[in-house]
C-alpha cells in the first residue's frame, strides 16, 4: 500500500524553490501550469521577486533552427559569463496529447542538461485557448523570481497565441533561414512585425543573401508598429497611437547556430536591444503592452471559470446537446448561460 | 464631398446573400467577422437554414501543399458534380496585420476564381485570442446557410486555435509530405489525433513510403480519442469518457496534387467518413464537441467584453500602468477588476 501523501504546501514549496533547490522548482512549476487557485496563490508569493531577468523570446517558423540558436545563446552565456544564470522556456504548442517536449529539441539541447547554471523546461499546450500564453507567463515569472538573470522562450512562430508568447519578451528574436517554401516564408510576415532582432540562421546555405535583403526591404517598407499594439483588447486601452520617432530599428544579423557561428553577436543585439528599451519611452509602452497582454489573458480564463462553476455541469450538458441537436443556435445558448 | 452612407440593414443583407447575391455575401461575411452585436443577429437569423454542408477542415504543417490540394478537390468536384458549390475559408492565422491572403494561395486558386460555384474567403486573425476561431466559425456557417454544400476550410496546423478550427469541421483531413525537417515532422504529433483522412501529398518525393509507413505506424500505437475530445473546458463536459470500439481509421491516402493525381480517392474518402459518421454514435459526439468548442469561443469573447463594458477604459488603463509599474501583480489586479 502507497502512502498517500499531502501535496507540499505552496509557501513552503515557494521557499525551498525560490532558494535554489531545482527539484522543488520543477515541482513548483507544474504546480504554477496547472493553474487555478494554487497557481495564483503562488504568483502572489513570487511576484515581488521578479521583475530581475532579461526576457527574450526566439520565435520563427518550423525549419529555421530556433532550438539549436537558443541552445548556443545559453552556451555562449555560460562560456563567457558563468555569473549569469540562464532558463530555457520551450513551448510547443501542438503536441496537446503527448505532453510536450519534442525529440529533436531535447538532443539539441543535451549538452546544456550537465550545466546546473541552465535550467529548461518543456511546455505544452495545456486547457485550451489562452491557455498556453498564461502558463508560459507565469512559468517565466517562476524563473525570474528563482534568479535565472537571462530567460529564453522558445515559440514556433505559427498561431495567434505563440505570437502573443512572444510578445511578454522584452526583446523578441525573429528567425528566418534561407530556401524555405513558399509557405513558411508567408508563416514570417506576422511574426516580423514583432522582431526586435532578426537573425538569418543556416547562413551557410545558398540565397542566404536575398533572406537578408527581403528583410531589409520589409523593414525599410515600414513596420506598422502602433497596429501591432493594437491587437488585443485591452492592448489597444494600453498602447498609445503615436509611435515614437526614434524607434529602434532590427538588426538584421547571420548565424550558422549548428557551428556557433555569430551568436556572440546575437548577444551584443539582445543587450542592446534592452538598454534602448530602458533609455527610451517604448520600454515603458512595452511594459504596459505586456501587463495588458497579461491581465487579458487572466481574466479571460477566471471570467469562463467563474461561469462554468456557477452553471455546473450538468446544464453546461443541457445546453451543448441543445446546441448540437439545433435545436438553439449558440448564439441563444450563450446568452441564457450568460443571464 | 462623399455621400454617407448608413450601412445595410443586417436583415436585408442576409435576404440578399441568401438568395444567391456574391457581393451581398462578401458583405454580410465582414459583416459577422467583425463580430459583436451585429453579428449575432445575423447569425441568429441564419441559424435555421445552417446544418447541410459538408465541412471539412484541411490542415497540416507549412510546405505540405494544403493549398494546392483544396484547391484540387473544390475543382474535382466542380468538374464532376457542377450542382455541387464549393465554399474556402483559408485561414491565416499569421498575418494578423496585413489583412490576410497569402500571395501564393492566391495564385494557386486563380484557376478557381472564374467559377461562380466556388466562393473562396481569406481570413486573418482577428482581435486577439480565440477571435479567429469564431470568425471563422462563424463564416462557415454562412456559408452554409448561402448554400454552399462543400465548405473546405484550409488552416496551417500549428497552434492551438488552428487546431480548434479544424476540429470544428465534420471530416479533418491532416496533409503531410515527404521530406519535412525534424521540426515540421514533430508539428504533425499533435495534429494527427485530429485525423479522419490522412493525405500524404507531393507522394513523387523520395521517403514517400516511409512517411507512409511512419503514419501507419503512428496510428496502430492508438490514438487516445478520448483525449483529444477532454481538451477544453466545455469538451471536457460534451463528450463521454467511453471511446466507441468500432472506430474509424483514418486512411492514409498519396497524392500529387500539383498534378491533379489521387484527388478522386480523397473525395472518396471524405464521403465514406461522413456516412460513417452519420451512422455511428461518434458522429452525435462529435456534433456535441463541435457544440462544446462553439459555445466555448462564444462565451469567452462575450464575458470579457462585458466585463470591458462594465469597467471602462479609463480604469483599465489605470489598473493596466500599475501592473506594469509591478504596484501590483497581475493576478490581484484581475481580482479586482473581477469583484
Known sequence: MANSRLPEAIPALVDRALQGDR??????????????VEAWSALALIYPRTGQAQIVGVTGAPGTGKSTLVSELAKH?????????VG????????????????????????????????????????SLGGLARATTDVVKVLDA?????????TVGAGQSEIDIARTADTVIVVEAPGLGD???????????????????????????????????????????????????????????????????PPILKT?????????????????HCAYLSDHPEGQQRAKVRAAIELETILREALLQRLLDRIGPAELNRTIEQVAARAID???????LLS
Not at 77 to 85: A, D, G, Q, S
Not at 218 to 247: F, Q
Not at 261 to 271: F, N, P, Q, R
Open 88 to 127: 530555457i522556456v520551450a513551448v510547443d504548442p501542438t503536441s496537446p496529447f503527448s505532453g510536450g517536449a519534442v525529440l529533436g529539441d531535447r538532443i539539441r539541447m543535451r549538452d546544456l542538461s550537465g550545466d546546473a547554471g541552465v535550467f529548461i523546461r518543456s511546455m505544452a499546450t495545456r486547457g
Open 77 to 85: 552565456t555560460r562560456r563567457h559569463h558563468p555569473e549569469i544564470t
Open 146 to 154: 528563482a534568479g535565472f538573470q537571462l530567460i529564453l522562450i522558445e
Open 183 to 249: 509557405e513558411v516564408q508567408a508563416i514570417k510576415a506576422g511574426i516580423l512585425e514583432i522582431a526586435d532582432v532578426l537573425v538569418v540562421n543556416k547562413a551557410d546555405r545558398d540565397g542566404v543573401q536575398s533572406t537578408v535583403n527581403a528583410l531589409h526591404t520589409m523593414i525599410d517598407l515600414g513596420k506598422a508598429p502602433t497596429s501591432v499594439l493594437h491587437h488585443g483588447h485591452l492592448t489597444t486601452i494600453a498602447a498609445p497611437l503615436d509611435a515614437p520617432t526614434d524607434r529602434w530599428r
Open 256 to 272: 550558422i547556430a549548428s557551428e556557433s557561428t555569430g551568436i556572440a553577436e546575437v548577444l551584443d543585439a539582445m543587450a542592446q
Open 23 to 36: 527539484r522543488a522548482l520543477s515541482r513548483l512549476i507544474s504546480r504554477v501550469e496547472n493553474g487555478g
Open 330 to 336: 449558440p448564439y441563444s445558448a450563450a446568452q441564457q
